[in-house]
């Protein structure tokens, strides 16, 4: 089994800054594609970015402009920065990642227990 540990999450005000990050850890499977998830109260669970096996990147429409995924391959580490947060950012934030081939989108076989992000004055 993989196992997938999110930290980084917290309370930060409107228009401040986080990094979200996720370690792999527990298994010989070489994860080569990852995302990030997040889901508010009530609401569905929806891609906030992913990068794919070949490197290639995504965002959701709301954090285009905001968020940035990246990678460390030789940690197994995926990381989310999220600049300009607002209070509909807050959520819990799942790291997903799994291996699969060139271009195949999320989501993928592997979820970590997720991090609360809250946004708030």
């Known amino acids: 089994q993989v196992q997938l540990v999110e930290s980084g999450g917290g309370l930060v005000q409107p228009g401040g800054s986080l990094r979200l990050s996720c370690a792999a850890s527990g298994s010989m499977v070489r994860i080569n594609a990852m995302a990030w998830y997040r889901q508010a109260p009530g609401k569905q669970r929806e891609l906030v970015a992913g990068?794919?096996?070949?490197?290639?990147?995504k965002y959701g429409d709301s954090v285009k402009s905001r968020f940035t995924i990246s990678r460390d391959v030789n940690h197994n580490t995926v990381y989310l920065q999220m600049n300009s947060l607002k209070p509909e950012d807050t959520a819990v934030y799942y790291c997903?990642?799994?291996?699969?081939?060139?271009?195949?989108?999320?989501?993928?076989?592997?979820w970590g227990q997720g991090t609360q992000v809250t946004v708030s004055s």
């Open positions: 990068i794919t096996a070949g490197g290639g990147t």
């Open positions: 997903n990642a799994g291996r699969a081939g060139l271009g195949v989108e999320p989501p993928y076989d592997y």
